[in-house]
């Protein structure tokens, strides 16, 4: 997985849906996040995915140095999906996806992340 900067986007929009996420959803990541707690495949599922599933994928696309911070990351078809999940429940924001080739293979996310998000410290 490759993280890039907003000066790299190419492609054209594919869309980004609605996320009718609640507080309580943020909650739960923003304390596993930063209080140091641990996901297990029982303690919390999203869009059908477990919470181990969920922190693997964003741990893929977050700026290792600073996880609140704003998403911009090449990703691959096969993990779209679990990417753009993990995105919305640990950042509250709905990610954009740009496509970056015809045959559909990878795509760039984009996302606000939990920072400049409605949930974010601002």
Known sequence: MKNLSLKTLKGSPVGDGGSGLTCRVHLWAFLFLVKGGKMTDHAVTFRGYTGT??????????????????????????????????????????????????????????????????????
């Open 53 to 122: 599933a969920l922190r693997a994928a964003f741990d893929k696309v977050k700026d290792p140095a600073y996880w609140k911070g704003s998403i911009c990351a090449l990703v691959p078809a096969d993990i779209l999906d679990v990417v753009c999940a993990a995105i919305e429940f640990f950042t509250a924001t709905v990610p954009s996806v740009f496509v970056v080739d015809f045959e559909c293979k990878e795509f760039v996310v984009v996302a606000a992340g939990y920072r400049l998000g409605p949930a974010g410290d601002h």
